[in-house]
T-cell receptor, first 112, second 112 residues
Framework: GQQLNQSPQSMFIQEGEDVSMNCTSS?????WLWYKQDPGEGPVLLIALYKAGELTSNGRLTAQFGITRKDSFLNISASIPSDVGIYFCAGRSTGANSKLTFGKGITLSVRP | DAGVTQSPTHLIKTRGQQVTLRCSPK?????VSWYQQALGQGPQFIFQYYEEEERQRGNFPDRFSGHQFPNYSSELNVNALLLGDSALYLC???????????FGPGTRLTVT
C-alpha cells in the first residue's frame, strides 16, 4: 500500500532556530497536509496544499507541495517552546474527503 | 462551536471482548472517518461513513465495523479484541464543500 516516509524520527533544536522536515512518497498525491499532535490529543491541521509547486504559509510555518507530487516539506522559523510535538505529513490521492495516508511522524524537541 | 468529540476518553478491555467507541462530528459536518493510531505510528485509516453508509474502507478485518446515525454521529465497534488492537482511536469529521478532516481527541483503548 501507499506509504509516506518521514525522517529522522526525532529532531532536537535550540529555541529561535529554524527547522525543516520533509516527507516523501513512492506514489503521487493530489493533496498534502501537515498536522501537529500533542500528547493525549488528536492531530491538528497546520497547513493544506492542493497544487504541485504550491507554497503556503501559516504564521511561522511554511510548506511546499513538491513538483513531482511525491514529496512535501514543512519549515518552522524562529522556533518557540510550544512548537514541541509530533509533526505528521499526510497525503490524499483521490477526491476531497477521501482517506488520508499518514507518515510515522517526527518528534520535535525545542531546547530553551 | 464544539469540535469533534469522542467518548469514552480511555477504555480497558480484556482479550476476546467487544468494544464500542463513539464520535460526534463538528457542527455542519456530515462525514466521519475513523483511524487507528498505534504507539509511535501515524494514524491508519479504518473506514469512512457518509449518509449512514460505509463509503471507504482501509485494510482492517471484519472485526472492525461501524455505524452512522441520522444526526451524523458515528460508532466504531471492534469484536473479539486482540492485544494488538490496543491503540488510540481517532475520529475525524468533514463535510460537503470542506476539503479537510478535523480530528477529535481520540479514545485510548487498552486490551489486556
Amino acid at each position: 500500500g501507499q506509504q509516506l516516509n518521514q525522517s529522522p524520527q526525532s529532531m532536537f533544536i535550540q529555541e529561535g532556530e529554524d527547522v525543516s522536515m520533509n516527507c516523501t512518497s513512492s506514489s503521487i498525491f493530489n493533496t498534502w497536509l501537515w498536522y501537529k499532535q500533542d500528547p493525549g490529543e488528536g492531530p491538528v491541521l497546520l497547513i493544506a496544499l492542493y497544487k504541485a509547486g504550491e507554497l503556503t504559509s501559516n504564521g511561522r510555518l511554511t510548506a511546499q507541495f513538491g513538483i513531482t507530487r511525491k514529496d512535501s516539506f514543512l519549515n518552522i522559523s524562529a522556533s518557540i517552546p510550544s512548537d514541541v510535538g509530533i509533526y505528521f505529513c499526510a497525503g490524499r490521492s483521490t477526491g476531497a474527503n477521501s482517506k488520508l495516508t499518514f507518515g510515522k511522524g517526527i518528534t520535535l524537541s525545542v531546547r530553551p | 462551536d464544539a469540535g469533534v468529540t469522542q467518548s469514552p476518553t480511555h477504555l480497558i478491555k480484556t482479550r476476546g471482548q467487544q468494544v464500542t467507541l463513539r464520535c460526534s462530528p463538528k457542527s455542519g459536518h456530515d462525514t466521519v472517518s475513523w483511524y487507528q493510531q498505534a504507539l509511535g505510528q501515524g494514524p491508519q485509516f479504518i473506514f469512512q461513513y457518509y449518509e449512514e453508509e460505509e463509503r471507504q474502507r482501509g485494510n482492517f478485518p471484519d472485526r472492525f465495523s461501524g455505524h452512522q446515525f441520522p444526526n451524523y454521529s458515528s460508532e466504531l465497534n471492534v469484536n473479539a479484541l486482540l492485544l494488538g488492537d490496543s491503540a488510540l482511536y481517532l475520529c475525524a469529521s468533514s463535510g460537503v464543500g470542506l476539503r479537510e478532516q478535523y480530528f477529535g481527541p481520540g479514545t485510548r483503548l487498552t486490551v489486556t
